[in-house]
């Protein structure tokens, strides 16, 4: 087993920012990645992936009109383990509502997109990976555009997301592309186990990014820790920096 690289307070928006290679990587245009005639299909491991991930990218889909299938593959009750105030009874409820609201937020309307729970329990998609990629085939067409975080992301629900999704697509002839939410956290400008020669930048406009920024904010209980428990919130603002920046990276 890897040992857990999502510790520390991880490398510096500062670093990010200066970063020659991050600077120079080539732009691509939504209507490109997902032509006239496909359904975008983002698969987030948890609730907030989506948003976290490609909240820029899901505005740009609106606002063109694709079609939007949304599979969320857990339902996030690992992220508060022994806290009375977010016990996984109230998070079981709690994060899909929150991601209800952030879509809303970001004007992407969860009741006109369509929205699969898998239900897979937090933290242990590994052991259910060949099940994740089945429930993925029997739901994926041939003309989809597959959203889905970077197997190598850096944690275990991340990365088995990222092989299912691949796997589940090669099978039924879509396309599919990833997306690094938690790299941004344990790599290092120039990292070599990072892909960049498949990275490409989406633009987003100030307007968009203060979209994401407000959805963001829905996540009350990943913004939220519990001293009595020990617990940090998930999202400290340092986390939430480095994923609010004026563009997302996808990995081709």
């Known amino acids: 087993?890897?040992?857990?690289?999502?510790?520390g307070n991880g490398t510096s928006l500062q670093a990010w920012q200066a970063c020659p290679l991050l600077?120079?990587?080539?732009h691509i245009a939504v209507d490109h990645l997902v032509p006239t005639g496909a359904r975008a299909v983002i698969v987030a491991p948890h609730p907030d992936d989506e948003v976290l991930g490609c909240g820029g990218l899901l505005q740009h889909l609106v606002a063109l009109g694709r079609p939007l299938l949304l599979i969320s593959v857990t339902d996030g009750t690992a992220s508060h383990p022994g806290s009375r105030r977010w016990p996984v009874s109230r998070l079981r409820s709690e994060r899909p509502r929150e991601s209800a609201e952030a879509l809303r937020r970001l004007a992407a309307d969860p009741?006109?997109?369509?929205?699969?729970?898998?239900?897979?329990?937090?933290?242990?998609?590994?052991?259910?990976q060949a099940q994740?990629?089945?429930?993925?085939?029997?739901?994926?067409?041939?003309?989809?555009?597959?959203?889905?975080?970077?197997s190598?992301?850096?944690?275990?629900?991340?990365?088995?997301?990222?092989?299912?999704?691949?796997?589940?697509?090669?099978?039924v002839g879509a396309c599919v592309h990833e997306l690094p939410i938690w790299t941004w956290h344990w790599a290092s400008p120039?990292?070599?186990?990072?892909?960049?020669?498949?990275?490409?930048?989406?633009?987003?406009?100030?307007?968009?990014?203060?979209?994401?920024?407000?959805?963001?904010?829905?996540?009350?209980?990943?913004?939220?820790?519990?001293?009595?428990?020990?617990?940090?919130?998930?999202?400290p603002p340092d986390v939430m920096e480095r994923l609010l920046q004026p563009f997302e990276v996808v990995f081709l």
């Open 1 to 7: 087993m890897k040992a857990n690289p999502i510790v």
């Open 152 to 171: 190598e992301d850096g944690h275990c629900d991340h990365d088995a997301v990222g092989h299912a999704s691949r796997a589940a697509a090669e099978a």
């Open 132 to 150: 994740l990629q089945a429930f993925l085939q029997a739901h994926l067409q041939p003309t989809d555009v597959v959203f889905a975080t970077w």
């Open 190 to 235: 120039q990292d070599p186990r990072v892909p960049w020669q498949r990275a490409r930048k989406i633009t987003l406009s100030p307007a968009m990014l203060a979209r994401k920024r407000d959805a963001v904010l829905a996540f009350t209980s990943q913004l939220e820790g519990d001293a009595k428990a020990g617990l940090a919130p998930v999202l």
């Open 111 to 128: 009741t006109r997109m369509e929205w699969l729970r898998v239900g897979l329990a937090d933290s242990q998609v590994p052991a259910a």
């Open 23 to 26: 600077a120079r990587l080539p």
